[in-house]
């Protein structure tokens, strides 16, 4: 396939069957708005160069914005071969798989580098429209979802930490989201991604399961909104008809955990997210957890906090009438989740 000439298009179908390393050579801003996952930025033009081109284009016409994607490109040519090659070193896979965003005149610019490089390098035909498009088409899939829930404190992450080492398909929503949900869910995370691109993460996560014939998909109880990305609708939907199983523990063990994962953060930190939520604690309680924040004692500051999450908690379960419920207290995570499968509770 190597020689002259923009190298061939393919159906997504066919593109994501080709192995090899994936290039987006969209502008940084696009790349971080979303992308495909997995795949490497190696921008043709940056962020200004972009805007120019473009209003180039509305202004003067097709003619004088090539003029100027060839200025802008000519430089970085050399910086673009070397970044080229370099992801392709790294592969043993045979193909450059390369996208812009609706497969025109970027991806062909590239892919004829690449083809005069002998890289091997195939086009997807549509871009990353037709990604996204497959990407939200995931979610008017019927899946075969369930549920983890529990109240704050429960440890429910680390128990799908576990049960995916058991063969147990799960998907992280609050890892692909970087966010816990809750008012102190950012905490120590960093930034979330975009919402486009938490979405295209979890497309590509039920994909997995379907990919591994799985006949069930565990997920974490959530509420719509992870921080600032937002699970999918019509996914959500399903979420709310799913089978729920709940697991509980002692509310020791759910302050201990609680204090063991928070207690870390500076104090400042933890009262300004408990002042986001101080309408719904009310102001005595508000005031007691603040206090003793301040004063390092822990488990006095959950416990006012606890009883907010836990009332909020209670009243989303009893919309769902499909749940069972697990005593785990006094449990670690590897010994739960041999529980859990002995149970037959993961099927």
Known sequence: MSGIGIPTSYSLKTFRSLKGPLIDIRSPKEYKQGHWPGSHNIPLFDDEERALIGSTYKSKGRESAVIAGLRATSPKLEKIKNQLELQQSRSTKSHLRIYCWRGGMRSASVGWLANALGLNPVLLSGGYKTYRRWAINQFEKKWP????????????????????????????????????????????????????QFENLLAQALHNSEVESSQAIWLEAESANLG???????????????????????????????????SRHKRSELINATVK???????????????????????????????????????????????????????GNKSATEKLIANGLMY
């Open 228 to 262: 600032k990305c937002r699970i999918p609708h019509k996914l959500f939907e399903q979420m709310k008809n799913a089978r729920v199983l709940e697991i509980t523990k002692s509310k020791n063990e759910r302050i201990k955990i609680l204090v063991d994962q928070y």
């Open 277 to 331: 939520i101080s309408k719904r604690l009310g102001p005595q309680r508000t005031k007691k957890a603040i206090k003793s924040i301040e004063m390092g004692s822990w488990a006095e500051a959950c416990l006012e906090i606890l009883e907010y999450y836990d009332k909020c908690y209670e009243h989303e379960l009893k919309k769902n009438e499909h749940k069972e419920t697990i005593d785990l207290s006094g449990l």
């Open 145 to 196: 979802l369930r549920l983890l829930a529990g109240k704050t404190g429960t440890g429910k992450t680390p128990l799908l930490v576990e049960l995916s080492k058991k063969g147990i398909f799960t998907i992280d929503l609050e890892g692909l989201a970087n966010h816990k949900g809750s008012s102190f869910g950012g905490l120590g995370l960093g930034a979330q991604p975009s919402c486009e």
